[in-house]
T-cell receptor, first 113, second 112 residues
Framework: EPEVTQTPSHQVTQMGQEVILRCVPI?????FYWYRQILGQKVEFLVS????????KSEIFDDQFSVERPDGSNFTLKIRSTKLEDSAMYFC???????????FGPGTRLTVL | QKEVEQNSGPLSVPEGAIASLNCTYS??????FFWYRQYSGKSPELIMF????GDKEDGRFTAQLNKASQYVSLLIRDSQPSDSATYLC????????????FGRGTSLIVHP
């Protein structure tokens, strides 16, 4: 069964450093998403992406964040200058269409020291 | 602010019993309703979705939607210890966005 994959599974970085989190969505899906979940808290939406552009973003997704689809398979989330409060699980998800159910990848645990 | 509320639990049920998980939402025009299961340290896994009032059954799982009362529930029949997890309710809003708002989740413990 096709699934969303994410790398790395765990990323440790120093405050102020840039990180790139990578995702490979399910191949026939057109909509891609990033969410984060701080330990013990809700899953929070960051951004959605369709047709090579951002379709929606939340208040969390400020200028420190960017997304890109550099090739036909990868979907990346970049955090330019990490802060301690960016420590969280970051989940990538994809869906066939915008109003279809979303399937989540296994997540990347980001730890900012 | 569109809210999705769940009792954090834990809800503890014996093996073989029916577990009932509830979720209320504030946006009366909400369109789609999802239940995800999340094991500790893992990602959300879609269990069921429901769009229309009434019941929808899939194996041991039944989702129930009551738009007039703004609640959605998940019943798990013949609960197994492997069902022990946090169950997340997610609701898409009115107004054209299909981005779901997640509840905090209810922790379910099924004891042998």
């Amino acid at each position: 069964e096709p699934e969303v994959t994410q790398t790395p599974s765990h990323q440790v970085t120093q405050m102020g450093q840039e990180v790139i989190l990578r995702c490979v969505p399910i191949s026939n899906h057109l909509y891609f998403y990033w969410y984060r979940q701080i330990l013990g808290q809700k899953v929070e939406f960051l951004v959605s992406f369709y047709n090579n552009e951002i379709s929606e973003k939340s208040e969390i997704f400020d200028d420190q964040f960017s997304v890109e689809r550099p090739d036909g398979s990868n979907f990346t989330l970049k955090i330019r200058s990490t802060k301690l409060e960016d420590s969280a699980m970051y989940f990538c998800a994809s869906s066939v269409m915008s109003n279809n159910e979303q399937f989540f990848g296994p997540g990347t645990r980001l730890t900012v020291l | 602010q569109k809210e999705v509320e769940q009792n954090s639990g834990p809800l503890s049920v014996p093996e073989g019993a029916i577990a009932s998980l509830n979720c209320t939402y504030s946006d009366r025009g909400s369109q789609s309703f999802f239940w995800y299961r999340q094991y500790s340290g893992k990602s959300p896994e879609l269990i069921m979705f429901i769009y229309s009032n009434g019941d929808k059954e899939d194996g041991r799982f039944t989702a129930q939607l009551n738009k007039a009362s703004q609640y959605v529930s998940l019943l798990i029949r013949d609960s197994q210890p492997s069902d022990s997890a946090t169950y997340l309710c997610a609701v898409t809003p009115s107004g054209g966005s299909y981005i779901p708002t997640f509840g905090r989740g209810t922790s379910l413990i099924v004891h042998p």
